[in-house]
């Protein structure tokens, strides 16, 4: 039963979603601010880094496998935008504020694996037969 109804969700539900989601976005609230747009984004990035490195480090892992860490949570999905849709619907959030949250949800999807490939960059090259995510335990629980 919970096969056919993930199915049903992700093949179904979750695209409505997002449809959903960007019909409300606005284009006009971006124009108006893309200034702001940049510096959320930019913002977002950053405090995902140090938060998700941060928690990291205290849980034990090395620097360069927390910043991986780090790096790995900057990509905002669905929770920040069902967030924004709540704020939205609730007149919590104007339609320009809105749009711009969609677009820093956007912008961190997409900036996440670039920043991934940098952040293990070296690593990868060093020995490129192994897997980063297995590399990345066996790192952090040596420390």
């Known amino acids: 039963m919970h096969d056919g109804t993930a199915s049903l969700g992700y093949g179904f539900f979750i695209p409505i979603f997002f449809i959903n989601i960007g019909l409300q976005a606005q284009a006009a609230g971006l124009i108006a601010a ?3 747009t940049i510096a959320i984004i930019v913002i977002a990035v950053l405090t995902k880094i140090v ?3 941060l928690g990291a480090r205290l849980g034990g892992f090395n620097n360069r496998s927390s910043f991986q860490i780090g790096v790995g949570m900057v990509t905002r999905g669905e929770v920040a935008l069902v967030i924004a849709g709540a704020g939205l619907a609730a007149g919590l959030v104007d339609a320009s504020l809105f749009s711009i949250l969609v677009v820093v949800t956007l912008a961190t999807t997409l900036v996440t694996p670039p920043l991934l ?8 090259a060093a020995d490129p037969t192994s897997e980063p995510v297995a ?9």
Do not use: C, I, M
């Open 34 to 36: 893309p200034l702001f």
């Open 51 to 53: 938060g998700g490195g």
């Open 117 to 124: 490939r940098l952040a293990f960059g070296k690593q990868a």
């Open 135 to 143: 590399t990345l335990a066996v790192e952090g629980a040596a420390d």
